[in-house]
């Protein structure tokens, strides 16, 4: 008989359905006690109360516009700029992180966990988990949804010598104490093993739910055109993916080539962008909103979104270039999604995975004029790339990853 475990999730954006960072820990909540290991969640809750036991919830409120007047966390978020400015460090979440801690001994004794999972971002989740674990002695698991100091996601906060510092200091203890460290792709997975030799490295890619939310019915595209689309934010989660237009300024410069090189292919193709844009992005394609070639659809919901990516020709990717462990969790849900993808992509996992299926075409995307030759090459193919690996795709299936995960969690 299989000896079960206990983990305790320290996810604050578990319960926010909007967030795509709550994707992979719901999918550990989700899987992972098929595989013997049972999990209770610690998760921020715009709620009244200070701390909340729900069932394999616990909810702990955290100062934010939703709990408290507008001005008031506005003066707080003045006040956070002010410390940093004196070279204090003062995290946007660390009142949830005191509240937590404060609580700490109930916060055990309701989940009695085997071992603790902490998941980046933000930090304030991962500094949680090694108080609990240094003041608790159990078994600590980080996982590295983004990297902190290598590639960091918050690298606008790192300019501050006092945040630094504190990062620097947090990373060191995880790869000190970490009895497992869990990341999202291999470049950051290599990054903990030679610089801090840490011998229990695992590679998690963000993958995609073969139970996901069922795609919006009511989505309909023109028919006998090829249709292009791209889901979610191209700004990303990560600062600079498209700052100052970056990500779109190439793909508009190629297709207004390409009209102007052949006006009448404007008649055989769309391209339809799903999600926020940033008015940059919007001034940017613009004319070619204009001219019917882009189609701006505004932020959906995931459902609708999910329906797009089921009833597109060709599925666009754009991250930033030369980033060597971006792995969007869009490009899961285009693999699950069955369609060819172009990728505007360079030097980065996310191309690595586009070719190691076999799903699309890989371009530079600051190169207007390659991006052109392949738009119009696919236009004419009638989107068909080439035939992908349902094998190697089907090893991004949640469920399969979450039984890799169990395996090492109960190896602890």
Request: glycine share 6%; hydrophobic share 40%.
């Amino acid at each position: 008989m299989m000896l079960r475990k206990k983990i305790l999730l320290i996810s604050y954006h578990y319960e926010n359905s909007d967030s795509t960072g709550a994707l992979r820990p719901k999918a550990m909540a989700k899987y992972l006690p098929q595989f013997g290991v049972d999990v209770t969640v610690l998760a921020y809750c715009p709620q009244r109360d200070a701390i909340l036991f729900n069932g394999d919830i616990v909810s702990v409120r955290d100062l934010t516009c939703e709990t408290v007047p507008p001005a008031i966390y506005y003066l707080w978020r003045i006040w956070l700029m002010v410390l940093r400015f004196f070279r204090v460090h003062r995290g946007i979440h660390s009142h949830w992180k005191n509240t937590v801690l404060s609580n700490a001994d109930q916060i055990i004794q309701y989940t009695k966990p085997d071992a603790i999972l902490a998941t980046y971002s933000p930090i304030e989740a991962m500094e949680i988990g090694v108080a609990l674990s240094e003041k608790y002695h159990i078994p600590l698991i980080a996982d590295f949804r983004d990297g902190l100091l290598f590639e960091p996601l918050e690298e606008e906060n790192l300019r501050y010598l006092a945040t630094k510092r504190r990062y620097e200091n947090i990373e060191r203890k995880i790869a000190q104490k970490a009895h497992l460290i869990v990341t999202v792709s291999e470049p950051i997975s290599t990054y903990f093993r030679e610089c801090y030799a840490h011998s229990n490295v695992m590679t998690l890619h963000n993958g995609f739910d073969p139970d996901d939310i069922a795609p919006d019915a009511s989505v309909e595209l023109p028919a006998e055109i090829i249709n292009f689309v791209h889901t979610g934010r191209l700004s990303g989660s990560r600062f600079g993916t498209s700052e100052k237009g970056r990500g779109v300024d190439a793909l508009a410069a190629a297709l207004n080539g390409l009209l102007e090189r052949s006006p009448s292919i404007k008649n055989k193709f769309q391209l339809h962008f799903v999600g926020h844009l940033l008015q940059v992005e919007k001034r940017m394609l613009a004319t070619l909103a204009e001219r019917g070639l882009v189609n701006l659809w505004g932020h959906q919901s995931r459902a609708k979104a999910l329906a797009f990516q089921r009833k597109a020709d060709v599925l666009l990717l754009i991250t930033a270039p030369d980033k060597a462990s971006i792995a969007t969790g869009k490009i899961f849900e285009y693999l699950a999604a069955g369609k060819p993808i172009l990728a505007l992509t360079r030097g980065t996992e996310a191309a690595q995975i586009v070719r190691e299926t076999g799903s699309g075409i890989v371009v530079d995307p600051e190169n207007s004029h390659e991006i052109a030759a392949v738009i119009e090459e696919m236009v004419l193919n009638n989107g068909h790339i080439s035939s992908p690996s349902r094998e190697v795709i089907a090893q991004f299936d949640r469920n399969k990853q979450m039984g890799r995960l169990a395996t090492r969690i109960r190896q602890i």
